[in-house]
């Protein structure tokens, strides 16, 4: 049997796992801070609803990425202080986010994670951490499907110019 055959855990991780997880970790503690500051800001209940759960999956994340590091002899990167919540009447209005652009930039956020997902799933030869960011990747996908129904719903979404009248191709 070779190294890299038999229980997955038993594995070294190669250093494109150990940076895609590292990574991922220090992403996800970074959108806690925000949403948390997001949560601050929005006004709406249903965009609420998704902000805090995006910030449930990004903790799942950080301790199971941090676990992941820790248990193959890796720091990771520190944690950020929870923010505390804020009555959005004291926050001034122009130093408010709007929730059309909350929506936005968390749409942006998941479409961006996604594409992180499926590059360390590409690069993993360990079968976990590749099932791990699958895992990862169907979450962030159904957090986006919930996103763009909400961005139609309230009438937020923009819309890249469609193409409305198609030109007429040459015989």
């Not at 759960?53 to 002899?73: R, V, Y």
Request: hydrophobic share 40%; with cysteine.
């Amino acid at each position: 049997m070779g190294v890299l055959s038999g229980n997955p855990k038993d594995e070294p991780m190669h250093y494109g796992e150990v940076f895609g997880v590292w990574t991922a970790s220090m992403a996800a503690k970074g959108a806690v801070s925000c949403y948390q500051a997001y949560l601050n800001h929005a006004g709406d209940k249903d965009l609420k609803k998704i902000l805090n759960d995006l910030i449930d999956q990004a903790k799942l994340e950080i301790k199971e990425c941090d676990t992941l590091l820790s248990d193959n002899g890796i720091p990771s990167a520190p944690i950020m202080p929870e923010r505390p919540s804020v009555k959005l009447e004291d926050i001034p209005a122009g130093a408010r986010f709007t929730d059309p652009e909350i929506a936005a930039k968390i749409a942006v956020d998941t479409s961006a994670g996604l594409v992180a997902c499926s590059q360390v799933m590409g690069q993993s030869i360990r079968e976990d951490v590749g099932a791990l960011f699958a895992k990862y990747h169907l979450s962030k996908a159904a957090l986006g499907l919930k996103i763009l129904q909400l961005n139609k719903e309230k009438g937020w979404l923009i819309p890249p110019p469609l193409q409305i009248q198609r030109p007429e191709s040459e015989k």
